[in-house]
């Protein structure tokens, strides 16, 4: 009798309702899977339509070119001896599910609808799907016409139900399902069996790769059992990073592990291992075997077909691997790299335009880019042909192979320092070996004629000419002087993005990049429609302490020298007068936080859901060496007052890669509200107050006191 089974799962760069595209994708994966002996296929969530069709799954042209691609994977000779499992949108009594169609032969087995819907952050998935609520159940789905000429069936299962094989038992998770407190596996495993599966559409988010391992490995390490995640990869065109991480684990170990991040579309990973591993392994579980005695049935689909054969006693299985983790700096350095490669092939433009001031955040975009030539370079290298179609497209030049990263991005990058009279040149001078270093096409400029002639004009029209503070102005002069050069850099990098490659002879128009943090978007520390306004921006999920510790990394990784500099000078914006010929002004001074407290900030109000008094509370013991209370609570005020003051800064927010859990972008991560009441911050400064008398009576400062 066989034993051993060898299973596939995969990662795939699915698009949003590229029908073609994504079933060339799902074949492909399919035979790759046969080629290495594999008899059961799982792809990631929805990836006959791509998961990102948001409003368009209410459309009926989604569901009927949903229909027609299932149809061609049922006709093609390349799904014919393995067992399918694709996932696409399917209506059942007019109402849309999310849904698992599992198929072998011509002939559906069955049709698994999502139980769990994902609802939350980033997800919305209750907008356009129901929930299967029947647990345990199943009722008849009638086929359209076109399937029924194909599968010879009229009816075919759909519900919560596993599918027998001849040797094993496989029962389907649908991504979320297995982030719920109770998962559809425990009591899977606990009726008998044996393979699971999860198709999945998870984002990447910085520090999160753990989280997915972990709950994978302790799904089997409770119950025993094979389980396969395959997940999509790629920019579905949003904001979003799907990171692939496909898998394969069994009775708590990990015996194959996909790429977090690459260029490749196609990925599949294959083990074989032994199902008596599993018996063997939950056998001696007596609570689990106790617990099994107890449990309600699944329906069960049977299947004419065995994932093993009977002569596999000389076969080889698979043996365990460590997970390999990627730091919090190389997920930086690659995952926003494929970000970018895929809006830039996407959008069909020929590279992208970047203001490089000589500070931190934009040498950290401009590193991203040059990230993203290396893998690009290296794809090609390993034979990617896909990725040398599209590189040569974007050049414009079909025989074109690139093999220095350098010489690609001074292809695909366009850097440009905008100077002023209040820029130092220090800044120049490191932008300008910045982008000498990762080889890009750089350009220096004044923009003092445009803020000049805009000025002018307003004091042509009111007779008033405004002044710096440093020049005996107001402080409202002193700002809008600042957000005239600022805005003037946003209008002059669209026009460069445009026309630079048409006045060098080349084809194509420039994607312009942003360079705001998500600490600075959190406080609304940017001006509106300033050069941090852009198409795309690869740094406005992460953190500015994050981005220190990257720049240090490509440092060292890319051999980029110019990085120092950046990194010892101090965050400005260069838009007040210089002092002596040095920077009179800084960020940090400017905002009255610093970039560490920011973070806090942020994690605290997104993450722990703090609001100013909560907030104030926890703060008070996590600063009590550094900050009084009385400091902690002007810091707090300080961070709502701009926080909510600025709110209306979050509905223009450049579309950003999605990196940190407490982004504020409100696109539909974030649905905080845009103003905060005065009742609020009245009974929030009433309850610090409160504080203030204790730790008064109690003794200045004694915070042990005050627990």
């Not at 390349?78 to 949108?89: E, K, L």
């Not at 988010?205 to 709950?215: F, S």
């Amino acid at each position: 009798m066989g034993r051993k089974v060898t299973v596939a799962t995969c990662a795939l760069n699915q698009w949003a309702l590229d029908f073609e595209g994504n079933l060339q994708r799902i074949l492909r994966s399919i035979e790759i899977a046969k080629s290495k002996g594999a008899r059961y296929r799982l792809g990631p969530e929805l990836e006959i339509c791509g998961y990102g069709c948001w409003d368009h799954y209410y459309e009926s042209d989604t569901l009927l070119h949903s229909l027609e691609v299932l149809k061609a994977l049922l006709e093609s000779p390349v799904t014919q001896d393995i067992i399918c499992d694709v996932g696409m949108p399917v209506m059942h009594r007019n109402v849309r599910y999310n849904c698992r169609v599992i198929f072998l032969n011509r002939r559906i087995l069955l049709i698994r609808p999502k139980t769990a819907l994902a609802n939350q952050a980033n997800y919305q998935e209750l907008r356009w799907f129901a929930p299967w609520a029947r647990s345990r159940q199943t009722e008849e789905y009638f086929l359209p016409r076109m399937l029924q000429d194909v599968t010879n069936q009229e009816t075919v299962p759909f519900g919560d139900a596993v599918l027998a094989t001849w040797d094993t038992c496989i029962g389907s998770e649908i991504c979320e399902e297995l982030w719920t407190p109770h998962s559809p596996h425990i009591d899977m495993g606990l009726d008998g069996v044996e393979v699971f599966t999860n198709a999945s559409g998870s984002h990447h988010v910085l520090r999160k790769a753990h989280a997915r391992v972990d709950l994978v490995t302790m799904a089997t390490t409770k119950n025993g059992g094979i389980y396969l995640l395959a997940n999509q990869k790629g920019c579905d065109g949003d904001r979003l990073y799907y990171d692939g991480c496909a898998m394969i684990a069994m009775n708590g170990s990990i015996f194959a592990q996909g790429v977090q991040f690459s260029l490749d579309d196609v990925e599949v990973l294959t083990a074989t291992l032994d199902l008596e591993d599993v018996r063997s392994y939950r056998a001696e579980i007596s609570s689990r075997n106790l617990a099994a005695s107890r449990v309600s049935p699944y329906p069960r689909v049977k299947v004419d077909f065995a994932l093993s054969s009977c002569d596999d006693l000389l076969q080889p299985v698979s043996a365990p691997v460590p997970w390999r983790y990627h730091s919090p700096q190389e997920e930086i350095s690659l995952g926003p790299a494929c970000w970018l490669w895929d809006f830039l092939r996407r959008s069909r433009q020929a590279g992208f335009f970047l203001p490089l001031s000589g500070g931190l955040d934009s040498a950290a975009s401009a590193c991203i880019v040059y990230s993203m030539c290396c893998q690009v370079c290296q794809a090609v290298t390993q034979g990617n042909e896909d990725v040398l179609a599209d590189v040569r497209v974007m050049v414009d030049q079909r025989s074109y192979t690139p093999q220095d990263p350098r010489e690609l991005c001074g292809r695909l990058l366009t850097t440009c320092y905008m100077a002023s009279e209040n820029s130092s040149q220090e800044t120049r001078l490191r932008a300008q070996e910045l982008a000498q270093q990762i080889g890009s096409h750089h350009v220096g400029l004044s923009i003092d004629p445009a803020v000049k002639a805009i000025v002018g004009l307003f004091s042509l029209v009111t007779g008033k000419r405004p002044e710096f503070t440093a020049r005996g102005g107001s402080s409202r002069e002193n700002l809008a002087l600042q957000n005239v050069q600022a805005r003037v850099r946003m209008v002059i990098a669209y026009l460069f993005a445009q026309l630079s490659l048409w006045s060098r002879g080349s084809r194509g128009g420039l994607l312009v990049l942003g360079t705001t943090n998500v600490d600075e978007s959190l406080l609304g520390y940017l001006t509106k429609y300033d050069c941090s306004s852009a198409d795309i921006n690869p740094i406005g999920g992460i953190s500015k302490t994050d981005l220190r510790a990257f720049i240090h990394f490509c440092m060292e990784r890319f051999h980029i020298p110019a990085l120092q500099g950046i990194l010892s000078a101090p965050a400005t914006a260069e838009l007040e007068p210089l002092v002596d010929g040095q920077v009179s002004q800084t960020d940090e001074e400017d905002m009255g936080l610093t970039y560490t407290e920011l973070s806090i900030f942020g994690r605290l109000r997104k993450t722990a859901k703090a609001g100013p008094y909560s907030m104030f509370c926890k703060l008070l013991h996590m600063w009590s060496e550094t900050c009084t209370p009385r400091q902690v609570a002007e810091k707090v005020k300080r961070f709502f007052s701009k926080y909510s003051m600025n709110r209306h800064k979050m509905t223009t927010l450049t579309p950003a890669y999605h990196a940190e859990d407490y982004s504020p972008e409100d696109n539909r991560f974030c649905s905080w509200s845009r103003k905060r009441s005065r009742t609020r911050t009245t009974w929030t400064e009433v309850g610090q107050d409160l504080l203030y008398e204790r730790e008064r009576s109690c003794g200045a400062g004694s915070f042990s006191k005050l627990k």
